[in-house]
């Protein structure tokens, strides 16, 4: 097993020219020491693999036979000539009305009832990222001017944020709500976030229903999933009454479930398409930036203002034949890890007051263990659907090796005996990532522990710079980019990954239907020639 040391690295932080003290003037540093993720190289456990070839199993007796007895009627076939099979076939059979029609009501009935229980196929026709206006920019120094106009903050806590904001990954062109920009009271109340809920939740939605040219009336199914902010009526009843939609539609809103609920969001939703046919389905994602925001000292509560920014998506799903041919997206596959039931991971991300009794949300120092724990649950069971089939076989067979010679399959391979199990190359399995862009360590530790290039993390590097973290929406943001660069082939097979409070990972992987041409209408469009940035 790692020693701590193995799970810690280190790292020289330049803090500038000390303005007072005995050495004001001087150019100080400091050393930060923090956990990284754990080293999936090191430990992957053989458990959660059997979920994923749990979906094998239950086809393998399709994948068994019907090689067999294609060979076997192959083989029969191919003995005989033309002249002796049609000899078989018409002469030396015998059929009378009553057999023929029974066989064809066998077969008709056998074809009805493999169609009908088939999963409906679930296509994604178009989503909608949105843009604030330029007046919501704010630079990583306006920002920390605005946060010492507001009076809420002492000089240490400040320096703290400027800190954090130098190495966050954040650009100068993300947005914060006006009622932070503008005002010195409490952001922190029902008004404020329903005008900010109001502004990105209809902002996306109008630009959603104009590029599908579907109207409100004609969803079926909707589901909101904002995080902070649940206001009574609901935000999903907000968006009924401003689009005045049926009055038998679904309706769904997801509170509390941090920055992966968009990928539940859409998991429910494709539960109710699966249940409800020839429907469509909205799916927003969103998060009250001024509702969450933290006027106190606590430290590890001043983390979500430097790095949550204003977003919000809204996706439109569809289980209508019709749209095959407009959508861009096929569903293939959702995996979900919840970590919930160890107490670390519950509390590693906790909304609490703190000791001046201010509301805020917690960020534990052992957050980016923890994701690293819950994402390599995760990545281990998607991998047995999503790898070709040399790939599985090489990590499955070093997994069982592992396994049966360390007696038992729960003990770390150590450092020096120099075998370590085989990790399956997921650039393989897909040719685009969003990867949630929580932070600029995070985005690290993942690229390396996966062995991701540059390009694989370009999207996700490029939204936390230009948008910053908008919580459920970010891999939608992401998606948006490779869009505007048009990097989105037809064929292509698109990983969208996601972690949140509770602790949760969650994983939405979508095939490309056509090739995806640069859209008329994306937050990105105004600055894309920009982009890549060197960061």
């Known amino acids: 097993m790692a020693s701590e040391r193995d799970l810690l690295s280190t790292e020289i932080v330049n803090r500038g020219i000390e303005s007072s003290g005995p050495n004001a003037g001087s150019l100080t540093f400091s050393v930060r020491v923090r956990r990284r993720l754990p080293d999936f190289l090191q430990s992957v456990n053989l458990k959660y693999v059997k979920l994923g070839y749990h979906h094998l199993i239950n086809h393998a007796i399709y994948l068994a036979t019907i090689p067999v007895l294609v060979l076997v009627f192959s083989a029969e076939v191919g003995s005989l000539s033309k002249e002796e099979l049609w000899k078989k076939l018409w002469d030396d059979a015998r059929y009378d009305l009553a057999t023929v029609l029974g066989f064809f009501g066998v077969f008709v009935f056998t074809l009805s009832v493999y169609f009908m229980s088939r999963p409906r196929s679930i296509y994604l026709v178009d989503f909608a990222c949105y843009r604030p206006h330029d007046d919501l920019k704010v630079s990583k120094d306006q920002f920390i001017e605005v946060a010492r106009k507001s009076g809420k903050f002492n000089e240490e806590s400040l320096e703290f944020q400027k800190r954090i904001l130098n190495s966050s990954g954040l650009g100068d062109e993300t947005y914060i709500p006006k009622s932070v920009i503008t005002s010195t009271e409490n952001t922190a109340t029902m008004k404020e976030g329903r005008a900010e809920a109001s502004a990105v939740m209809f902002g996306a939605l109008d630009e959603l229903f104009e590029k599908t040219r579907v109207r409100p009336k004609d969803i079926g199914v909707l589901v909101v999933n904002c995080s902070i902010f649940n206001p009574t009526p609901s935000l999903s009843a907000m968006i009924i009454n401003h689009y005045k939609m049926r009055g038998n539609i679904l309706s769904y809103n997801l509170g509390g479930m941090g920055c992966s609920a968009g990928i539940i969001a859409v998991d429910l939703a494709r ?37 949550f920014r204003m977003g919000c998506s809204a996706v439109l799903l569809s289980n209508r034949r019709r749209d095959y041919h407009r959508a861009k997206y096929r569903l293939e596959h959702i995996v979900r890890t919840h970590k919930g039931a160890d107490d670390r991971s519950f509390r590693c991300v906790y909304q609490e007051e703190d000791e001046n009794r201010l509301k805020g949300l917690k960020i534990s120092k052992e957050l980016v263990e923890i994701g690293g724990d819950a994402l390599k649950t995760n990545i281990t069971t998607l991998g047995p659907l999503v790898l070709p089939f040399s790939e599985q076989l090489l990590f499955f067979a070093t997994l069982v090796s592992r396994h049966l010679f360390s007696g038992g399959g729960t003990s770390q391979p150590s450092l020096s005996s120099g075998k370590r199990p085989y990790i399956p190359d997921f650039k393989l399995a897909f040719e685009r990532f969003c990867v949630h862009a929580a932070s600029k360590t995070v985005l690290d ?91």
């Open 271 to 307: 539960d109710m398409l699966q249940a409800h046919p020839n429907n469509y389905a909205v799916v927003v994602s969103t998060e009250m930036v001024g509702y969450n925001w933290y006027p106190g000292s606590d430290r590890s509560m001043l983390i979500p203002n430097c790095f």
């Open 445 to 535: 530790e993942l690229q390396k522990n996966l062995e991701l290039s540059e390009e694989n993390m370009e999207a996700s590097r490029m939204t936390l710079h230009r948008f910053g973290n908008t919580s459920s929406s970010s891999i939608w943001y992401e998606l948006a980019y490779l869009e505007a660069k048009e990097k989105v082939k037809r064929g292509d097979r698109v990983w969208q990954l996601a972690f949140g409070s509770g602790f949760k990972c969650n994983s939405l992987v979508w095939r490309s239907m056509r090739r995806v041409r640069k859209p008329s209408r994306n937050p990105w469009l105004e600055c894309i020639e920009r982009y890549p940035v060197n960061l």
